[in-house]
């Protein structure tokens, strides 16, 4: 079956302006993870849900950053009131199990702020 | 939060060479994640080691957990240009073991 999808893979938008971002788990996975990434380094967790419980949100860096996943299969972090220190990739993964197993990953959303 | 650092950051090397890249922390890993990341594709997991001094082998790659879990090395035989690309570490925890802190990762590059 598919991998883990991502929309939009490219967003540009303007300092101030939202965004959400949109992650297409593996069919049947029950964990969702959301990290950023930026250029020349490694994804850094942002959030974790087990269906549709948030179950750790410590590496949202501040209040402008939230996610959801209220049916326990599609997620959407959202970002309001975007800065320019907000551009990055931002990465999606799931994994079959809670926790500890293999976490598959999604192509990514770059985001451009302006 | 656990700091893993990964040396070289950089290398470019030529097709049949060997090449060893290292992954080091100051704190005990519970256990350590080797991937691989491609350009503008997302990490894939390669292998994840968790007994000290313990040896892993994946076709021309070897991975090595220290005896003290606090250092890991990935061994490349006879590089690839398939080979290219970035090579991550990432420490293993959180309760059920799901949160992944990741290296910067070194940027292979295998010419050929």
């Known amino acids: 079956g598919a991998g883990v999808s991502q929309s939009p893979r490219y967003k540009v938008t303007k300092r101030g302006q939202d965004v959400a971002l949109r992650c297409d788990p593996i069919?049947?996975?029950?964990?969702l993870y959301w990290y950023r990434q930026a250029l020349g380094q490694g994804p850094e967790f942002l959030t974790y849900?087990?269906?549709?419980?948030?179950?750790?949100k410590s590496g949202l860096p501040n209040d402008r950053f939230s996610a959801e996943r209220p049916e326990g299969s599609i997620s959407t972090l959202t970002i309001q009131r975007t800065e320019q220190r907000d551009s990055a990739m931002y990465r999606c993964?799931?994994?079959?199990?809670?926790?500890?197993?293999?976490?598959?990953f999604g192509p990514g959303t770059r985001l451009t702020v302006l | 939060t656990q700091l893993l650092e990964q040396s070289p950051q950089f290398l470019s090397i030529q097709e049949g060479e060997n090449l060893t890249v290292y992954c080091n922390s100051s704190?005990?890993?519970?256990?350590l994640q080797w991937y691989r990341q491609e350009p503008g594709e997302g990490p894939v997991l390669l292998v994840t080691?968790?007994?000290?001094?313990e040896v892993k082998k994946l076709k021309r790659l070897t991975f090595q957990f220290g005896d003290a879990r606090k250092d890991s090395s990935l061994h490349i035989t006879a590089a690839q240009p398939g080979d290219t690309g970035l090579y991550l570490c990432?420490?293993?925890?959180?309760?059920?073991?799901?949160?992944?802190?990741f290296g910067k990762g070194t940027l292979l590059t295998v010419n050929p």
């Open positions: 069919s049947g996975h029950v964990s």
């Open positions: 080691v968790v007994t000290g001094g």
């Open positions: 993964a799931s994994s079959y199990a809670k926790g500890g197993d293999e976490q598959f």
């Open positions: 704190s005990v890993f519970s256990s």
């Open positions: 990432a420490s293993v925890s959180g309760g059920s073991n799901y949160k992944l802190t």
């Open positions: 849900f087990n269906y549709e419980a948030q179950q750790d």
